[in-house]
């Protein structure tokens, strides 16, 4: 069984450029989540869908970051404008339900010149 | 929000012998208790879990203990492998699953032969 994919591994940009990261969850799964992970820092949630429902976005930054769900499979989660401060590795988390066990996506790195 | 502090950072033992990692969490209320191990450039997995009715669980070299009064779990591998080598986050939830995780910062980790 495939893990939750994520694409790019990595992305350099400059600042105040904007930046999509996609997540594949998986197969099944219908509760994605995206967290922010700070070097030398645990996991932050940012947002949490229950299929194509925002259940739980109070942690992401409205003024730049958007998050989408289509169809309730793969999101995207989106920067613009992207700041310095922003240049961190983006997680994706899936779980079959909302109270079942959080499965990882390897990360998307963004480094924000 | 909850609020979750482990120690060490950092942590180097030598093969065979032992690893504890400390969390303390600030809200009574927290219910699960998740452990994630990260391996350089990796996603974070899933090793041992636990849940506030149980004091202790093990599995294999892995064990995790809850102290609900003291508000702390932890984290015990015996018999360290090189391959235990990487970073340990602990996590607590107020849901009782794995929904709403608030992680610690992280502990690397070192087996030295």
């Known amino acids: 069984e495939a893990g939750v994919v994520q694409s790019p591994r990595y992305k350099i940009i400059e600042k105040k450029q904007p930046v999509a990261f996609w997540c594949n969850p998986i197969?099944?799964?219908?509760?994605l989540y995206w967290y922010l992970q700070n070097l030398g820092q645990g996991p932050e949630l940012l947002i949490r869908y229950e299929n194509e429902e925002a259940v739980d976005d109070s942690q992401l930054p409205k003024d730049r970051f958007s998050a989408e769900r289509l169809k309730g499979v793969d999101s995207t989660l989106k920067i613009q404008p992207a700041e310095l401060g922003d240049s961190a590795v983006y997680l994706c988390?899936?779980?079959?339900?909302?109270?079942?066990?959080?499965?990882f996506g390897a990360g998307t790195r963004l480094s924000v010149l | 929000g909850e609020n979750v502090e482990q120690h060490p950072s950092t942590l180097s033992v030598q093969e065979g012998d032992s690893a504890v990692i400390k969390c303390t969490y600030s809200?009574?209320?927290?219910?699960?208790f998740p452990w994630y191990k990260q391996e350089l450039g990796k996603r974070p997995q899933l090793i041992i879990d636990?849940?506030?009715?149980?004091g202790e669980k093990k599995d294999q070299r892995i064990a995790v203990t809850l102290n609900k009064t003291a508000k702390h779990f932890s984290l015990h591998i015996t018999e360290t492998q090189p391959e235990d080598s990487a970073v340990y986050f602990c996590a607590a939830s107020l849901t009782g699953t794995a929904s709403k995780l608030t992680f610690g910062t992280g502990t690397r980790l070192q087996v030295t032969l």
């Open positions: 197969s099944g799964h219908n509760t």
């Open positions: 636990i849940r506030s009715n149980v």
């Open positions: 988390a899936s779980s079959l339900e909302p109270r079942t066990v959080q499965y």
């Open positions: 809200d009574s209320a927290s219910n699960y």
